[in-house]
C-alpha cells in the first residue's frame, strides 16, 4: 500500500540484499514482514530481531535520529525501548539509512489485551514523567530535534486550518468538525507553555506501546523524538478509554491550560491526519476518527 507520492519499492528480496551486503551473520535468518506504519516498514528476522527500513526520504532523518539517541536514553528509562543493534547504510539498491533492533516481546494495547485500563493511564503517565525529567544531555531543538510537536499551537495553525474544509467535505456529518474546529481556535488564544523544554516521544499512540500481562511494557517508535514544550506529548491519550485517560491526567496532575493545548494538538494531528490519508489509509483514517469523536464525547462532558 503505497501513502506517499515519494515512496521507495520495500519487500522481502531487497531486505534479504541489504542483509547479505551488509551483516551476513544475519542473512539466512527467518524474516517475515512485521508492519507497515506511516513512515517505516518492519520485518521480524529471526526470534529476536526486526529491521526497520524508512518510506521516503523524508523519513530518513528519524531513523538516524534513533540510531543516535536510542543508546543514549534507554539506560536512563524504566521501560524498554527499541535498541539498535546494527545501523544500515545507503546503497544502489535502496540509497537510505536503515536500522536492526532486538524485538521486543508484546501487544498493543487493546480489549484483548488490557483488563485494567486506568492502570495503564498510570503506567504511560510514569513514563512520559520519567522521559520528560531526564538530564537533556546538551541536546537542543537544532540539533535535529526540532519537531513540530514540541513548538506552539499557532506554529501549527496553518496546516491544521486547511484541512478543515477538506474533513467537512469528506466525513460529511458523520463528525462534529465544527465544533471540533472551534475548540481548536479557542486553544489558539490560550496562554502558550512558559516551562522548560524537555525530551518527548511525540506520538505515544497506542500502536507505539506494548503490553504483556496487561501492563505497559515497551514504548516503541521514536521516530518523531524531540525536544521542546511538553504539551502535544499528552495528545495521544485520548486514543485511549476514558479511564487511562482521566488516570494518565491524574497522575501528572496536569492543569487545564495544559490538557486544554493538549487537546487541541489532538485535535490538530487527528484532522490533518484524516486529510491526508483519507483515500490511501483506511485503518489510520479509523484511529483519528475514533480520537476526534473521543475529544467531542469528552468536550461535552466537561
Same mark, same amino acid.
Not at 544475519?26 to 521480524?44: I, K, V
Not at 478543515?164 to 481548536?184: K, Q
Not at 487541541?264 to 491526519?273: F, K, R, Y
Given at each position: 500500500?503505497?501513502?506517499?507520492?515519494?515512496?521507495?519499492?520495500?519487500?522481502?528480496?531487497?531486505?534479504?540484499?541489504?542483509?547479505?551486503?551488509?551483516?551476513?551473520?544475519?542473512?539466512?535468518?527467518?524474516?517475515?514482514?512485521?508492519?507497515?506504519?506511516?513512515?517505516?516498514?518492519?520485518?521480524?528476522?529471526?526470534?529476536?530481531?526486526?529491521?526497520?527500513?524508512?518510506?521516503?526520504?523524508?523519513?530518513?532523518?528519524?531513523?538516524?535520529?534513533?540510531?543516535?539517541?536510542?543508546?543514549?536514553?534507554?539506560?536512563?528509562?524504566?521501560?524498554?525501548?527499541?535498541?539498535?543493534?546494527?545501523? +544500515?547504510?545507503?546503497?544502489?539498491? #535502496? $540509497?537510505? =539509512?536503515?536500522?536492526?533492533?532486538? /524485538?521486543?516481546?508484546? *501487544? !498493543?494495547?487493546?480489549?484483548?489485551?488490557?483488563?485494567?485500563?486506568?492502570?495503564l493511564g498510570t503506567d504511560l503517565?510514569?513514563?512520559?514523567?520519567?522521559?520528560?525529567?531526564?538530564?537533556?544531555?546538551?541536546?537542543?531543538?537544532?540539533?535535529?530535534?526540532?519537531?513540530?510537536?514540541?513548538?506552539?499551537?499557532?506554529?501549527?495553525?496553518?496546516?491544521?486550518?486547511?484541512?478543515?474544509p477538506e474533513c467537512r467535505d469528506?466525513?460529511?456529518?458523520?463528525?462534529?468538525?465544527?465544533?471540533?474546529?472551534?475548540?481548536?481556535?479557542?486553544?489558539?488564544?490560550?496562554?502558550?507553555?512558559?516551562?522548560?523544554?524537555?525530551?518527548?516521544?511525540?506520538?505515544?499512540?497506542?500502536?507505539?506501546?506494548?503490553?504483556?500481562?496487561?501492563?505497559?511494557?515497551?514504548?516503541?517508535?521514536? +521516530?518523531?523524538?524531540?525536544?521542546? #514544550? $511538553?504539551? =502535544?506529548?499528552?495528545?495521544?491519550? /485520548?486514543?485511549?478509554? *476514558? !479511564?487511562?485517560?482521566?488516570?494518565?491526567?491524574?497522575?501528572?496532575?496536569?492543569?487545564?491550560?495544559?490538557?486544554?493545548?493538549?487537546?487541541?494538538?489532538?485535535?490538530?494531528?487527528?484532522?490533518?491526519?484524516?486529510?491526508?490519508?483519507?483515500?490511501?489509509?483506511?485503518?489510520?483514517?479509523?484511529?483519528?476518527?475514533?480520537?476526534?469523536?473521543?475529544?467531542?464525547?469528552?468536550?461535552?462532558?466537561?
Amino acid at each position: 500500500m503505497t501513502l506517499h507520492h515519494n515512496e521507495l519499492p520495500i519487500d522481502e528480496a531487497l531486505v534479504r540484499t541489504l542483509l547479505t551486503k551488509q551483516c551476513p551473520e544475519w542473512a539466512d535468518l527467518p524474516l517475515a514482514h512485521a508492519g507497515s506504519g506511516t513512515d517505516n516498514t518492519m520485518f521480524r528476522l529471526g526470534d529476536d530481531l526486526l529491521v526497520r527500513l524508512p518510506r521516503t526520504p523524508d523519513n530518513e532523518p528519524s531513523v538516524r535520529k534513533e540510531q543516535k539517541w536510542l543508546p543514549r536514553l534507554a539506560p536512563r528509562l524504566t521501560l524498554a525501548v527499541p535498541e539498535p543493534v546494527f545501523a +544500515g547504510t545507503p546503497t544502489l539498491d #535502496f $540509497p537510505l =539509512a536503515w536500522s536492526v533492533y532486538r /524485538w521486543i516481546e508484546g *501487544a !498493543p494495547p487493546g480489549p484483548e489485551t488490557v483488563e485494567d485500563w486506568a492502570a495503564l493511564g498510570t503506567d504511560l503517565a510514569a513514563f512520559v514523567r520519567e522521559l520528560h525529567g531526564l538530564d537533556l544531555m546538551g541536546a537542543t531543538r537544532a540539533d535535529g530535534l526540532g519537531g513540530y510537536r514540541g513548538g506552539s499551537l499557532r506554529s501549527f495553525d496553518r496546516s491544521v486550518s486547511r484541512c478543515f474544509p477538506e474533513c467537512r467535505d469528506t466525513v460529511g456529518a458523520s463528525l462534529d468538525v465544527a465544533t471540533l474546529e472551534r475548540l481548536w481556535r479557542a486553544a489558539l488564544d490560550l496562554p502558550p507553555p512558559s516551562g522548560p523544554h524537555v525530551w518527548l516521544h511525540s506520538d505515544l499512540k497506542p500502536t507505539n506501546l506494548l503490553v504483556r500481562d496487561g501492563r505497559l511494557c515497551a514504548v516503541i517508535d521514536f +521516530g518523531a523524538l524531540a525536544i521542546g #514544550f $511538553p504539551d =502535544a506529548e499528552h495528545a495521544p491519550v /485520548w486514543d485511549l478509554p *476514558a !479511564p487511562a485517560r482521566q488516570a494518565y491526567w491524574n497522575s501528572l496532575d496536569l492543569d487545564d491550560l495544559t490538557w486544554a493545548r493538549a487537546r487541541a494538538w489532538a485535535i490538530g494531528v487527528g484532522i490533518v491526519g484524516l486529510a491526508y490519508y483519507w483515500s490511501t489509509y483506511p485503518a489510520f483514517v479509523a484511529e483519528c476518527q475514533a480520537r476526534l469523536r473521543a475529544i467531542l464525547d469528552d468536550a461535552a462532558t466537561r
